[in-house]
């Protein structure tokens, strides 16, 4: 079974930095993709990065600039830096995987990151 555990999300003031992890229970080699989006309350989830299995990066416009998305394959986990972060930054961050050959999606439960002004 696929798993993808999220970790790192909590409480900043604005302008702080959070380091996101997603650490999946199988190789990451065998995802062709892996990215993170996240839902505030009410509203609907939004991709904010992804990266592929060949490290290419691509970043919501909210995100470019201030986010970064990295991958570890020797630790079989993914990363989201988030610097400069502002309140319209506080939802739910979610990781998701689409794994190569079947195209099957998977999503980890979230992480919380809630930024204060």
């Known amino acids: 079974q696929v798993q993808l555990v999220e970790s790192g999300g909590g409480s900043v003031q604005a302008g702080g930095s959070l380091r996101l992890s997603c650490a999946a229970s199988?190789?990451?080699?065998?995802?062709?993709?892996m990215g993170w989006y996240r839902q505030a309350p009410g509203k609907q989830r939004e991709v904010v990065a992804s990266i592929s299995d060949g490290g290419k990066t691509t970043y919501a416009v909210s995100a470019e600039g201030r986010f970064t998305i990295s991958r570890d394959n020797t630790k079989d986990t993914v990363y989201l830096q988030m610097n400069n972060l502002e309140p319209e930054d506080t939802a739910r961050y979610y990781c998701t995987a689409v794994r190569r050959l079947t195209g099957a999606n998977y999503w980890g439960q979230g992480t919380q990151v809630t930024v204060s002004a």
């Open positions: 199988i190789k990451i080699l065998t995802f062709a993709a």
